[in-house]
């Protein structure tokens, strides 16, 4: 029996779906659940895993970690579910709503972090191999200069080269999710670009360093 394709208002109701998934503050809702200082009035008041990492509790910071993934992943797997014969393009758009949800959440007042592990959710659910990829690039760097946001933004140039030129050996890949990661990894640049001027003057801290 052949797929039918959603209408174009489902799949409008998929993205916009995906953008409230994203837009779930884990920073702020596992400080609360934890007794914790919101991470929005602290370090770099950014509600994200490595600002939740500053008050030095790991559990929260890997729950933060896990659940900001978690969401890239599921909006787009959540898509594929409800819509089985969702169009390249709207699953592109799903993938996309689901990061600027957490860039941009509309829980937090349009403000939101930076999107790395959201991105690397969003990666699983695309294409497993591909985040493998992806994360084992951070992983490289990270270890090499002991710069996170250096690896981040490593790791966000090569994640849409990785799946375009993966194309045909370990997955095939659709024009509109490669825009979509590319867009993706220009965003994350741009939510980085204090970081790249620290990066530029030397003044960045680094893995397991003081920040400077």
């Known amino acids: 029996m052949a797929i039918t394709a959603p209408s174009l208002a489902f799949n409008v109701a998929l993205i916009l779906l995906?953008?409230?998934?994203?837009?779930?503050?884990?920073?702020?809702?596992?400080?609360?659940?934890?007794g914790l200082q919101d991470p929005r009035s602290y370090g770099s008041k950014n509600p994200g895993a490595t600002n939740v990492l500053r008050t030095g509790n790991k559990t929260a910071a890997a729950l933060t970690l896990l659940g900001d993934a978690a969401k890239g992943w599921f909006a787009v797997w959540l898509a594929e579910k409800l819509a089985p014969g969702i169009p390249a393009g709207a699953l592109a758009a799903v993938a996309l709503a689901a990061f600027l949800g957490h860039l941009y959440p509309v829980f937090l007042g349009f403000k939101g972090g930076k999107g790395v592990a959201t991105a690397l959710g969003v990666l699983v659910a695309i294409q497993p191999w591909l985040a493998v990829a992806?994360?084992?690039?951070?992983?490289?760097?990270?270890?090499f200069f002991r710069y996170s946001s250096l690896a981040s933004l490593v790791a966000a140039f090569f994640a849409p080269v990785y799946y375009v030129f993966g194309s045909g050996l370990a997955w095939y890949a659709q024009p509109a999710m490669g825009v979509a990661l590319a867009i993706i990894g220009i965003l994350l640049f741009y939510r980085h670009r204090a970081n790249i001027v620290r990066l530029l003057q030397g003044t960045e801290s680094r893995i397991g360093g003081k920040k400077k």
Do not use: D, E, H
């Open 18 to 34: 995906a953008y409230l998934i994203g837009s779930v503050p884990f920073a702020v809702v596992v400080s609360k659940l934890m």
């Open 134 to 143: 992806t994360a084992a690039t951070w992983l490289i760097v990270a270890i």
